[in-house]
Each structure stands twice: as C-alpha cells, then as structure tokens.
T-cell receptor, first 110, second 115 residues
C-alpha cells in the first residue's frame, strides 16, 4: 500500500462549479498536510498548509483533514479556468521529508 | 525578491554519462531540497541540505548525490545515468526547512532526458 494515494484524473468540471480533490494516506503519524498546485512547465507552489485535523479556509480554497479516516480534501469554490492545473497533496512528520501524492489533473471548462 | 533558479532547464545525456544540476535558492534561505518528478512515480524526495550538511535523504541509490555551498547554492549529481533517470528534477528552498516551520518554494525544474 502506497503511503499517499491520489486519483490522477483528469477531472473536468464547468466554470463556477465546486471542485473536490482528495487524498488518502496510510501513516497515521503524519501531522502536516499540504496542497500544492503545479501549472504546466512550472514547479509546484504551496496553496494550503494544515497542522493536524480540522479545516482551513483561504479565499476560494478550503482544506480539510480527517485524521480518523486518514483522508484529506481540497475544495475550490467558484472554479475558474485559471484553476486548471495539477494539484498535489503532500504530508509529513515533523522535520521529516515530505511525501507527495502523484497529483490530480484538473480542467475547468469555460 | 528573485525566486529559486535552476540551471540548466533542459538536458539530454546518454546512458552511462554523469550529470550535474544546479540550484540557487531564494536569498536568505538556508535549506535546499531536491525532488525527482516522473509520470509514474510522481514527486519523490531525494535529499535536503541545510547549512552545507545533508539533513534528510530519500530512498534513491548512491548514484544520486548532492552538496551545498556556503552561499546555500546546491548541486545535484547523478552518475552512470540510466534510462529511468529521465525526469523533471526540482529544487525547493526554504528559510530553515521542514514543513513544521517553513514554506518550500520550488524552482521551475531541470528536464533531464537520458537516451
């Protein structure tokens, strides 16, 4: 079983829709949870960062962590064509290497 | 503030050769991490350097090595290249490293093709 599982997509949704991206993980000791966005021919950029369980909101983006289910989600409200990218979940222990999911390709259709 | 820069951006090598990739972190950042990204395996951690010392290492063979200089610039070396080493190699810098304290900023990557 891989440490972090993420559906590669592609996921296509119409502009304005709510997007839900998810990851599951196997290591219950993970404490730090992140979502990165990667545009084509660019390096990943950090979108959201959460410590332990709970929700975090930043503009149109909401990150959720459910440690009991070992499941994390990223929601994008009012999706825009500029949100089209690959979204990578990532997680780690304190001061340890970051483990990434393989990424979900998202297409927002105008 | 200038971002993370990586050189070269593209590289073509043949099997058996060796290659050196370079990363210049954001000014003031002391931690540099290297990652390999492939369609099959995704983004995988290679190693992290902090103040010229390797602080963390991923599960890659000894053909992959790195170093960091006193100005925090880092190089990564791959010896005896194999076809499977074809990938995007990404460098990320942060002030002190570790997700508990810091945001990592990624460079655009070096696309290595091994023929």
């Amino acid at each position: 079983q891989k440490e972090v599982e993420q559906d590669p997509g592609p996921l296509s949704v119409p502009e304005g829709a709510i997007v839900s991206l998810n990851c599951t993980y196997s290591n219950s000791a993970f404490q730090y949870f992140m979502w990165y966005r990667q545009y084509s021919r660019k390096g990943p950029e950090l979108l959201m960062y959460t410590y332990s369980s709970g929700n975090k909101e930043d503009g149109r983006f909401t990150a959720q962590v459910d440690k009991s289910s070992k499941y994390i989600s990223l929601f994008i409200r009012d999706s825009q064509p500029s949100d089209s990218a690959t979204y990578l979940c990532a997680m780690s222990l304190r001061d340890d290497k970051i483990i990434f999911g393989k990424g979900t390709r998202l297409h927002i259709l105008p | 503030k200038a971002g993370v820069t990586q050189t070269p951006r593209y590289l073509i090598k043949t099997r058996g050769q060796q290659v050196t990739l370079s990363c210049s972190p954001i000014s003031g950042h002391r931690s540099v991490s290297w990652y390999q990204q492939t369609p099959g395996q995704g983004l995988q951690f290679l190693f992290e350097y902090f103040s010229e010392t390797q602080r963390n290492k991923g599960n890659f063979p000894g053909r992959f090595s790195g170093r960091q200089f006193s100005n925090s610039r880092s190089e990564m070396n791959v010896s005896t290249l194999e076809l499977g080493d074809s990938a995007l190699y990404l460098c990320a810098s942060s002030f002190e490293g570790g997700p508990s304290t810091d945001t990592q900023y990624f460079g655009p990557g070096t696309r290595l093709t091994v023929l």
